[in-house]
């Protein structure tokens, strides 16, 4: 089945770029999202893109899809201490039914 | 503000109790997913439905059973609750939709003693 890696955790400082990258299988995915996780609560959707992009830019939000590679990144610009936070990769299969997590990217921001 | 509520946020059961974790949604939603999560393992489905008084299995169903009288209320049931089941479970919905996103709950702490 479709199988999804992260690596789980990532560390930077105050203002430096935050980089977050997922590794899929499926290559018939259709959207790819990230969600983020702050401590004691449930999952919001940041942003997604469409399988037939690269690149979606929103606000300090960088998503890159490199479909050959099968690789997806989120790129966090300025990162906050408010940005702290696990951020799950989140592949669908054309069907809500169909998605495959990510185990979570915990990333650590210091002052 | 679209909104999935879940019943409660933290709560500690004895073994063997019959345990019921309620969400509600308030955006019309055709679809309902139960999740858990787990440190190192992820979010895992549990199971999910795509209308009312209909449900599927997902990828962990054994021990869990749910219930979907009404659109808006999906209902976990752990029959016999069992110490493996102390988990964060969290809830959400969406439109029966490719793009739809999922809409989640804020999650309940469940601790089985």
């Known amino acids: 089945g479709e199988d999804v890696e992260q690596s789980l955790f990532l560390s930077v400082r105050e203002g430096d770029s935050s980089v977050i990258n997922c590794t899929y299988t499926?290559?018939?995915?259709?959207?790819l999202y990230w969600y983020k996780q702050e401590p004691g609560a449930g999952l919001q959707l940041l942003t997604y893109?469409?399988?037939?992009?690269d690149m979606k830019q929103d606000q300090r939000l960088t998503v890159l899809l490199n479909k050959k590679d099968k690789h997806l990144s989120l790129r966090i610009a300025d990162t906050q201490t408010g940005d702290s936070a696990i951020y799950f990769c989140?592949?669908?299969?054309?069907?809500?039914?169909?998605?495959?997590f990510g185990k979570g990217t915990l990333l650590t921001v210091n002052p | 503000d679209v909104k999935v509520t879940q019943s409660s946020r933290y709560l500690v059961k004895r073994t063997g109790e019959k345990v019921f974790l309620e969400c509600v949604q308030d955006?019309?939603?055709?679809?309902m997913f139960w999740y858990r999560q787990d440190p190192g393992l992820g979010l895992r489905l549990i199971y999910f439905?795509?209308?009312?008084?209909?449900?599927e299995k997902g990828d962990i169903p054994e021990g869990y059973s749910v219930s979907r009288e009404k659109k808006e209320r999906f209902s976990l049931i752990l029959e016999s609750a069992s110490t493996n089941q102390t988990s964060m479970y969290l809830c959400?919905?969406?439109?029966?939709?490719?793009?739809?996103?999922?809409?989640f709950g804020s999650g309940t702490q469940l601790s089985v003693l």
């Open positions: 989140i592949i669908s299969g054309g069907s809500n039914y169909k998605l495959t």
């Open positions: 439905s795509y209308d009312v008084k209909m449900k």
């Open positions: 893109i469409f399988s037939n992009m």
């Open positions: 955006m019309d939603h055709e679809n």
């Open positions: 499926d290559s018939s995915s259709t959207y």
């Open positions: 959400a919905s969406s439109f029966p939709s490719p793009d739809e996103k999922l809409f």
